[in-house]
């Protein structure tokens, strides 16, 4: 069973940036696909962004171009930088693992769900 901490949510306005963390314990963290979701107040979760055990990138259009993930994964790490931030990408974000963006899209419903970290983007 994977552990999951998100950290480095905050109160931003509009426009500015945060630096969301998750570090993962209890798996090899290297050859999962990662991704970083969120859950606003009345709304689904919905994934924001994800990379692969290789590197490679996919975003929601709502984000695309703002926000970046990356991971390190001799930190078993995953980021998620997210500039010109706007009121409606507050949520709470989460991160989770699995073996492919279909995976992480479609099959996490019973996954292990950390504490999430608050991002509140008001002026």
């Known amino acids: 069973q994977v552990q999951l901490v998100e950290s480095g949510g905050g109160l931003v306005q509009p426009g500015g940036s945060l630096r969301l963390s998750c570090a993962a314990s209890g798996s090899i963290f290297s050859i999962y696909a990662m991704g970083w979701y969120r859950q606003a107040p009345g709304k689904q979760r919905e994934l924001v962004a994800a990379?692969?055990?290789?590197?490679?990138?996919n975003y929601a259009d709502s984000v695309k171009g703002r926000f970046t993930i990356s991971r390190d994964n001799a930190k078993n790490t995953v980021y998620l930088q997210m500039n010109s931030l706007k009121p409606e990408d507050t949520a709470v974000y989460y991160c989770n693992q699995g073996v492919s963006y279909y995976y992480l899209e479609h099959f996490t419903e019973y996954h292990y769900w950390g504490q999430g970290t608050q991002v509140t983007v008001s002026s």
């Open positions: 990379i692969t055990s290789g590197g490679s990138a």
